[in-house]
T-cell receptor, first 114, second 113 residues
Framework: DAGITQSPRHKVTETGTPVTLRCHQT?????MYWYRQDPGHGLRLIHY???????DKGEVSDGYSVSRSKTEDFLLTLESATSSQTSVYFC?????????????FGPGTRLTVL | DQQVKQNSPSLSVQEGRISILNCDYT??????FLWYKKYPAEGPTFLIS???IKDKNEDGRFTVFLNKSAKHLSLHIVPSQPGDSAVYFC????????????WGLGTSLAVNP
């Protein structure tokens, strides 16, 4: 199994509070991704990173920011959480951008915004 | 328009029989397709893929067929086992930026003993 951990695994927070989710990898992979999974929507890309300090938006980036100051860590921040951001968040990594380069996923973080 | 569609939310089969999971796509520029499998409370894991230059790729009990003219692919699992019970996602790299994957909604497969 690829060495990917996500923290916290579960979090309950209140609307308007800031939340940061952490993804940590031990594979030294260049690419890291944040997805959210919701019923009826499948997996949707929030942001991804193609190197330290290099990030780009995905299809549902509004309300989220990311940072990558080290190869191994990719942080997802909700500046002011809303109930619509209640979801399961997955981090993924890959060695390269080619389609044949498999994305390996972390175990997920279940976030509830009350 | 770049969509990957899995029109069957769920599928139930008997152990030992064939499971066929279907996926349709809208953009003929898609040139690679992937299947991921997901168990509850875990992240998705890569299962099998196929390039658009092929029409079939096989890996053990899993075979993916690609019909480019119909913009359709299918995943066959033979024989199905109870441990195959999971949600299966079809995905394709965005034709404009293949660092991004476009995902179907998934099909929940239940293999009954």
């Amino acid at each position: 199994d690829a060495g990917i951990t996500q923290s916290p695994r579960h979090k309950v927070t209140e609307t308007g509070t800031p939340v940061t989710l952490r993804c940590h990898q031990t594979e030294n992979h260049r690419y890291m991704y944040w997805y959210r999974q919701d019923p009826g929507h499948g997996l949707r890309l929030i942001h991804y990173s193609y190197g330290v300090k290099d990030t780009d938006k995905g299809e549902v980036s509004d309300g989220y920011s990311v940072s990558r100051s080290k190869t191994e860590d990719f942080l997802l921040t909700l500046e002011s959480a809303t109930s619509s951001q209640t979801s399961v968040y997955f981090c993924a990594i890959s060695g390269d951008w080619r389609p044949s380069d498999t994305q390996y996923f972390g175990p997920g973080t279940r976030l509830t915004v009350l | 328009d770049q969509q990957v569609k899995q029109n069957s939310p769920s599928l139930s089969v008997q152990e030992g029989r064939i499971s066929i999971l279907n996926c349709d796509y809208t953009n003929s520029m898609f040139d690679y397709f992937l299947w991921y499998k997901k168990y509850p409370a875990e992240g998705p894991t890569f299962l099998i893929s196929i390039s658009s230059i092929k029409d079939k790729n096989e890996d053990g009990r899993f075979t993916v067929f690609l019909n480019k003219s119909a913009k359709h692919l299918s995943l066959h699992i033979v024989p199905s086992q109870p441990g195959d019970s999971a949600v299966y996602f079809c995905a394709a790299p965005n034709a404009g930026n293949n660092r991004k994957l476009i995902w179907g909604l998934g099909t929940s497969l239940a293999v009954n003993p």
